[in-house]
Each structure stands twice: as C-alpha cells, then as structure tokens.
C-alpha cells in the first residue's frame, strides 16, 4: 500500500462524515485513512431496507438516527464509542480486496495486545465476538475505492443489539441485502487504555508502524462547501435514507397487498393509498 494521508474528522454528525466520505471518493485524489466517531445512529447498507434492519418505534416522541452510507453491506451501530475508518484510495485493479484494507488495521490492534481474527465475511474478531464490520464501494469511473469499518472500543451495546432489529417483523419480500448478526463486543474488554480518543490516538501510533503516513490533519467536514451541499441534498433526505430502499412487497396485517417503490405506495387495491410513504401505511 502507498503512503497514506490520516484525516480526523472533527464531526460526531453522521450525515456530515458520510458525505464526507463520498466527497473523499469523488473530489480528491489523494490516498487517506480517515478516522471519525459519530454520535448514536444505525447506519444501514446501500442497498438495504431499513424497516426490517432498524427498530424504527417512537420513544420518547423519537426515533433512532438513520443513514444510509454509500457502500453495501449490513446494518451498524454508530456512538461515540466506536471509531470508523475508512480507506479512500486511487485504484485501478484489484478494486474489491477487502483484506488489504483490514489487514493493517488487525495488525495495530495486535501490535496493541488485543489478539484477533479476520473471519472469512472480512469481520474482525476477538474472543469469538464481533468487534469490526467492514464494507466497500467501488467508483471504477475515478478509480477511487473506499473501504470502511467500525472498531468497537466502548459502545453502548445493549442500545446497539436493540436498535438493529426491528420490534415487528414486518411481511415484506424483497432482494434487499439482509445482515447477518454476529454476537459483538467491546475492544476496551481486553485493552483499556481510557476514553475512545487515546484509543484512537493508540491505534494511529501502532498503525504508523505499518503504513507510511504522510500526515495527520484534523477535519471539519461542515466547512466545506461541497460536503455541505452533500448533507442536506443527498444524506440527511428521507429520499436517500428511506425512499432509496429496493422494490418490496409488503402484506398487511388485514391482508392488503402493497408494492412499495421508493419507500412509497406504487400499486394498491385503494387507490387512495397510492403515493403515500410506506410507515403512514403502516399506522
């Protein structure tokens, strides 16, 4: 791997660290590792459906934070427990190599004692239990790659193992990609070295060992102008965290049949009903 450049992302807003992301992909040429923590959100697939992904029920008159990132894949949980890296890269073969970019990463936390395994689904593990979740995108076009994971350290779990299932299962048929559970646990477990940012800041030591790193910045992905747009056009919209879900039929508890395009009515016995969002259906 050529050397890299380490950018911090100095946001805990999901939306703004996804579009960062993308705007890494599609506007700059450079090779990075970035590293952010979001504040408590699941993250979902690309291609993935977040009614039978994510507990979606009011509490407290609210619902979890959902986004929808860029690559495939299953659903995460995201707080300021768990640290994302993402390796965003000019490539032009060889694009979908999954080891490449988590091999390094199992490398530092070894080099820092916490002994672990990569499963044959590109998984980390420690103790038989889950503690990094990775997924890629391909943009072939650039020749850009982005491979992304999530480092549990000291995550709320129990909110992690309820707010990635839902509480009904809906009767829905569709090709979206379903995750596979795993159990999970916390890296701090077995490697306490305090809060997430020395963690962080002991990884990043461990991983300059292994990379060749050219520099470390800290980011601000709300400065930046073309990240912004990104935000509020594209990842905070309900048609990109909802209506961008695949077809799917979805049967009703009285019966109905509904095909839902979207994440809204397209064909229905009440005519009514055609165009209104898949969760007022639901009611």
Known sequence: MKQ???HISTSHDVYANLALEEYLVTQCY?????FYSNSPSVVIGKHQNPWKEVDLALRNG?????????????????????????????KNHDFVNFKEHIIPISAALEKLGISNIISPRNDIFVNDHKV???????????GRILHHGTLLYDSDLIRLNGSIRPQKNYAIK?????SVRSPVMNMREVYDCGETSLFLDALINQLKTILIV???????PITLTNVSNLITEKYETWDW??????QFEF?????NIFKIRKGRVLESADSSLIGRTFESILL
């Open 4 to 6: 890299v450049k380490i």
């Open 132 to 142: 990094s979740g990775n997924a890629e995108h391909v943009n072939s076009k650039l």
């Open 62 to 90: 609210k619902q979890h934070t959902v986004a929808r990132r860029l690559s495939g894949g299953g659903t995460v949980y995201h707080d300021l427990g768990n640290i994302n890296f993402s390796f965003i890269r000019n």
């Open 214 to 220: 050219d520099q470390i910045e800290y980011i601000n």
């Open 174 to 178: 569709t090709h979206a990609v379903d």
């Open 241 to 246: 965290n909802f209506g961008h879900t695949p």
């Open 30 to 34: 450079d090779d990075i590792l970035l």
């Open 251 to 255: 049967t009703h508890d009285n019966g």
